[in-house]
């Protein structure tokens, strides 16, 4: 629910990191902290347990700047991902305009990954929010790893797509991040559409902004 | 279903409605600073005197902050806490829920009491409902939109920023 504010001139937008535990959501907001410049963001927020475990929720605000007279600024949230936190999870997302799932590549995290992105489903839907219709990335973290899984393999199990029913949304859609592949495509008769998806080491930063980039740019879409 | 993209605007005389009730309220409270605060956690307004601190961060901490104590509210069956208190040894702050939308923040110190404080909490959050009802129940007839123009403005601001 992102808020146009036209007494004080400012749009504020609400982008969720979520994910499973140990997946690198704290990290990505730490690099973004570290290479924004400094006039353009404001204070990092981490209310987190004595091992560096978010407990509740990791807070940075960027300012985009002033744009058609209006302070555009993203409020960054990630979410605690350890599974016995789902009551933060669920208050952080109140409000989303965009989410990034944060996917940990290692093999032996396949089953954590895909309970994880079960739960985002099941609360955007208990806040009254449709994910498919949310600006929406995953992110496959920890790319640098021995055990990382194959992209084929992580897009099956974690972003199989959801069947498109739009008739005017059913044309073969190439995906803008990854030539010869689609966003929209047609599968065993059915049309499918899948979120876009980026590959990431989040310690080197190595995809960090592509994936923040494309997520605001749907957000502000959404805007319009 | 809504998707999580729908907004809802706040506008010139809004703000105008609003300043004049706190004014009024920080007048005869005299605490020092109070906030509207969204549930998303979003600064809404400002009146009085202006925090040193970082309002942004501030604002997110405060819907947080609400948010859990809602929750602890249904654990012992109530439906929620309408307000909360934080006591300090020179600055306090007291929250108020208003119209299950946002949140009224007050700063105050020992020039006044939290009984004052309370007091007069209780009608300027009756007003401040009327003015939020009225402004949710138009946001839902037309959605707030920005002008043309912005989008692709602020797409070469996020190249920039994010390059």
């Keep these: ?38 006039n353009a963001r404001g204070k990092m927020i981490s209310l987190a ?29 990630t979410v605690p991902g350890q599974v016995y ?33 079960q ?34 393999q992580l897009q099956e199990s974690l972003n199989p797509g959801w069947p498109v029913e739009d008739p005017a949304k059913q044309k073969l859609t190439p995906d803008p991040y990854h030539e010869g592949e689609h966003l929209v495509f047609q599968k065993d008769g059915q049309w ?14 190595e995809g960090v902004f592509d994936t923040l980039k494309a997520v605001s740019k749907l957000v502000i879409k959404a805007l319009g | 279903m809504s998707s999580g993209a729908s907004s809802w605007s706040f506008r010139e005389e809004d703000y105008k409605k609003i300043q004049a ?9 005299t605490a020092k600073t109070s906030l509207i605060v969204d549930r998303t956690g979003q600064l809404v307004a400002t009146v009085g005197e202006n925090p040193a601190f970082d309002a942004v961060a501030f604002a997110s901490l405060t819907a947080a902050d609400f948010s859990a ?5 249904k654990m012992i069956g109530e439906p929620e806490f ?64 920005v002008e043309t123009g912005f989008v692709g403005e602020a797409e070469d601001e996020i190249d920039k920023l994010f390059g």
């Design chain 1, 119 to 152: 739960n985002l489903y099941d609360n955007m839907a208990q806040q009254g929010y449709d994910l498919t219709k949310t600006p929406f990335m995953v992110q496959y973290n920890k790319r640098d790893l021995p055990n990382a899984g194959s992209i084929a």
């Design chain 1, 49 to 77: 347990t004595e091992t560096e475990r978010t407990l509740f929720f990791d807070f940075l605000p960027v300012d985009l700047g002033t744009i058609r007279g209006f302070k555009t600024r993203f409020h960054l949230y």
């Design chain 1, 192 to 205: 499918i559409e899948r979120a876009p998806y980026f590959e990431a080491v989040a310690v080197t930063g």
């Design chain 2, 82 to 145: 309408g307000s909360l208190f934080h006591q300090g040894e020179r600055e306090s702050m007291y929250l108020a829920d208003v119209a299950r939308r946002v949140i009224l923040v007050v700063l105050f110190d020992n020039r006044t009491t939290l009984g004052m404080v309370k007091l007069r909490v209780k009608s300027t959050v009756g007003e401040l409902s009327q003015v939020f009802n009225d402004m949710f129940t138009r946001g839902t007839a037309g959605t707030a939109q």
């Design chain 1, 1 to 38: 629910m992102s808020m146009i504010n036209y007494a004080s001139r400012e749009i504020n937008c609400k982008l969720v990191y979520y994910g499973p535990g140990l997946g690198g959501k704290t990290t990505n907001l730490e690099h973004v902290y570290t290479k924004v410049s400094p």
């Design chain 2, 21 to 29: 009730i706190l004014t009024a309220f920080l007048r005869e409270s």
């Design chain 2, 69 to 73: 104590n809602d929750q602890l509210a």
């Design chain 1, 85 to 117: 936190y789902n009551a933060s999870r669920k208050l952080i997302l109140k409000g989303v305009d965009g989410v990034v799932f944060v996917a940990d590549s290692q093999l032996e995290r396949m089953e954590a990954n895909i309970e994880a992105m």
